[in-house]
């Protein structure tokens, strides 16, 4: 008898402490299923080009986590990213949401650089905000007083004719050293591999990369794996 009455202490002990635990917190879902915030998962999308070979878009849709994609379509006035045609249709149809983006180089003039990416743009595929990758390497020879009116000059015909400005992909040294404050008011992507939320003086810092050595099934090279920073949602780069 004696023995029961343990087992039935202890069983009320247990009750008690067990229902008055605070429940654990999930920075994934809330109680309703659904994620609190996009920026606590791994990753949210993935930035690609011909680097990464052939993609079996089939076995790509197997990862959950990838809500959108964007894919190099051109760099320069003549440049089209030799994978891009087939990537951006695939993409589109197996259900992601797709961006594209261009290189800036100051090899060529903006004005071609801009009909380049808008010539080869699959425009029936765009759901999501044009973007500009841009960098120390890729403006190699102008003064920042170039690289600056370069860039504004080709976020400006975008937004002539996308109705919307461009993502400013870049690193975050280039942006503080060469773009910073001009183009605060802009949307940035960070491109350096960080696993957390750089700090940057942005007033729209959309996204950030999280790795450039993302496995996804059907993808046989690395991938560039990307988030969503703090209150950063899908809706803030669709393409309006």
Avoid: C
């Avoid at 259900?95 to 261009?102: A, K, N, P, R, W």
């Amino acid at each position: 008898m004696a023995v029961v009455e343990a087992l039935f202490v202890v069983f009320i002990i247990y009750q008690v402490v067990w229902q008055e635990r605070p429940p654990a917190e999930d920075p994934w879902a809330s109680e309703q299923g659904f994620i609190q915030n996009a920026s606590a998962l791994p990753y949210n999308g993935m930035d690609i080009s011909q680097e990464q070979g052939y993609v079996d878009w089939q076995s790509v849709a197997m990862d959950h986590l990838i809500d959108f994609v964007y894919l190099k379509a051109t760099e320069g006035d003549s440049h089209v990213d030799s994978r891009y045609m087939a990537n951006v249709r695939a993409a589109y149809n197996f259900g992601f949401l797709v961006g594209s983006f261009h290189r800036l180089t100051a090899e060529s003039s903006i004005v071609n650089q801009f009909f380049n990416f808008n010539k080869n743009v699959d425009h029936g595929a765009q759901q999501l905000l044009p973007m500009v990758e841009i960098d120390e390497r890729s403006t190699k020879g102008w003064t920042q007083q170039q690289i600056q009116d370069s860039l504004a000059l080709f976020t400006w015909l975008v937004n002539d004719f996308y109705g919307s400005f461009p993502i400013i992909k870049t690193s975050q040294e280039f942006y503080e050293k060469r773009l910073y404050p001009r183009f605060e008011d802009m949307p940035l992507f960070i491109m350096d591999a960080s696993e957390s939320q750089p700090e940057v003086n942005s007033k729209f810092f959309y996204m950030w990369r999280r790795t450039r050595e993302g496995d996804i099934p059907g993808i046989i090279f690395d991938v560039n794996l990307d988030s969503f920073t703090f209150g950063t949602s899908l809706n803030d780069i669709f393409l309006i």
